[in-house]
T-cell receptor
């Protein structure tokens, strides 16, 4: 595996379900990010982890719960989501410096029924 | 509220022409600027990064930065139908810590007509 991988690629869940999104980076980076991309809206930064520590929570509702067990893995735990949470969820990684490029995974297309 | 503004388009250009994509940003202390390309149903991929005023060329792509005017642009020469995609402008949020917090524009949809 190379670059940034995400699983699952597609997910359909009910509002009462609990599911998790997984992201793994094979680039040796130190920072990882979760973004939400909805139609007609800019990419929205959700969470930032640097060296496994959360350094940014962009006012995300508590029904989204991130977890970063090490610098290569990032999870987004989902519970009691709403239909408006349906979107493309993108994971990215970078070296961690402010000038560094962020590299994106393929994303998880989430549909909440 | 720090913002990055782009014309949503679509910007339609004939094959072989120059496509010019523009972006303005509100955070005067931003130091890093990125152009990403996103095909429909795919994730963003980096096209260019630029950090200093002036032009930066890479193949058919040229990024231009003017910090005084808070303006960054992307020129695509000899446009090809395969260039048809949404182009996202991203700007770092000023002097970050060890992380790179990016603010994205809504993107400009480019359509290159054969």
């Amino acid at each position: 595996e190379t670059g940034v991988t995400q699983t699952p690629r597609h997910l359909v869940m009910g509002m009462t379900n609990k599911k998790s999104l997984k992201c793994e980076q094979h680039l040796g980076h130190n920072a990882m990010y979760w973004y939400k991309q909805s139609a007609k809206k800019p990419l929205e930064l959700m969470f930032v982890y640097n060296f496994k520590e959360q350094t940014e929570n962009n006012s995300v509702p508590s029904r989204f719960s991130p977890e970063c067990p090490n610098s290569s893995h990032l999870f987004l735990h989902l519970h009691t989501l709403q239909p408006e949470d349906s979107a493309l969820y993108l994971c990215a990684s970078s070296q961690g410096d402010q000038a560094d490029t962020q590299y994106f995974g393929p994303g998880t297309r989430l549909t909440v029924l | 509220q720090k913002e990055v503004e782009q014309n949503s388009g679509p910007l339609s250009v004939p094959e072989g022409a120059i496509a010019s994509l523009n972006c303005t940003y509100s955070d005067r202390v931003s130091q890093s600027f990125f152009w990403y390309r996103q095909y429909s149903g795919k994730s963003p991929e980096l096209i260019m990064s630029i950090y200093s005023n002036g032009d930066k060329e890479d193949g058919r792509f040229t990024a231009q930065l003017n910090k005084a005017s808070q303006y960054v642009s992307l020129l695509i020469r000899d446009s090809q139908p395969s260039d048809s995609a949404t182009y996202l402008c991203a700007v770092n949020e000023g002097y970050g810590g060890a992380t790179n917090k990016l603010i994205f524009g809504t993107g400009t949809l480019l359509a290159v007509q054969p």
